[in-house]
Antibody, heavy 122, light 107 residues
Framework: QVQLQESGPGLVKPSQTLSLTCTVSGGSISSGDYYWSWIRQPPGKGLEWIGYIYYSGSTYYNPSLKSRVTISVDTSKNQFSLKLSSVTAADTAVYYC??????????????WGQGTLVTVSS | SSELTQDPAVSVALGQTVRITCQGDSLRSYYASWYQQKPGQAPVLVIYGKNNRPSGIPDRFSGSSSGNTASLTITGAQAEDEADYYCNSRDSSGNPVFGGGTKLTVL
């Protein structure tokens, strides 16, 4: 069974770049079955899709974040990563990685990592 | 603002049935998926596709859809079902989008 685990700094200064990595275990990131996804949740608020990457490297980003987001994949390490540039306090959130499935009749995310809180503060 | 609209809060008496709804134009074309999130925990998928439950999700959870509204029904709500519930589908551009969430209280 696929499991995901986020890692990265819990504190980032304003204007800097947030960098997180998601390590996939129990399955190959190159299997082609999933879109490898990042989703965030500001404290006390709802979920926001950030973007996802297919194992081939094709990426899809939330238009509201697209200018600041880069998602990449390292198949040799079975990992994928998120970079969010020029962060502000509004980017403070719990960041989740998840495996996404996308069919013409709908999409879903399962499973999810446990999440990691990233605080933007000087 | 989200293109999927959910009621902020719903309550249900223990053992009774509750329906949580999600409205949006994209739901005329796509099924919603539903997630349960308890405090301090990651969301968990409970319903996907037409009405599919992942392994380990109790059969008291079911999904349905009509027009622009998707529904998650819990038949015989238990105390452990108290949580936030989010729907997910696509926006008008085809990108994934989540509803604002519904806080379910089991009385």
């Amino acid at each position: 069974q696929v499991q995901l685990q986020e890692s990265g700094p819990g504190l980032v200064k304003p204007s800097q770049t947030l960098s997180l990595t998601c390590t996939v275990s129990g399955g190959s990131i190159s299997s082609g079955d999933y879109y490898w996804s990042w989703i965030r949740q500001p404290p006390g608020k709802g979920l926001e899709w950030i973007g996802y990457i297919y194992y081939s490297g094709s990426t899809y980003y939330n238009p509201s974040l697209k200018s600041r987001v880069t998602i990449s994949v390292d198949t040799s390490k079975n990992q994928f990563s998120l970079k969010l540039s020029s962060v502000t306090a509004a980017d403070t959130a719990v960041y989740y990685c998840a495996s996404g499935t996308d069919y013409d009749y709908g999409n879903w995310f399962d499973p999810w990592g446990q999440g990691t809180l990233v605080t933007v503060s000087s | 603002s989200s293109e999927l609209t959910q009621d902020p809060a719903v309550s249900v008496a223990l053992g009774q049935t509750v329906r949580i709804t999600c409205q949006g134009d994209s739901l005329r074309s796509y099924y919603a998926s539903w997630y349960q999130q308890k405090p301090g925990q990651a969301p968990v998928l409970v319903i996907y596709g037409k009405n599919n439950r992942p392994s380990g999700i109790p059969d008291r959870f079911s999904g349905s859809s009509s027009g622009n509204t998707a529904s998650l029904t819990i038949t015989g709500a238990q105390a452990e079902d108290e949580a936030d519930y989010y729907c997910n589908s696509r926006d008008s551009s085809g990108n994934p989008v989540f509803g604002g969430g519904t806080k379910l209280t089991v009385l």
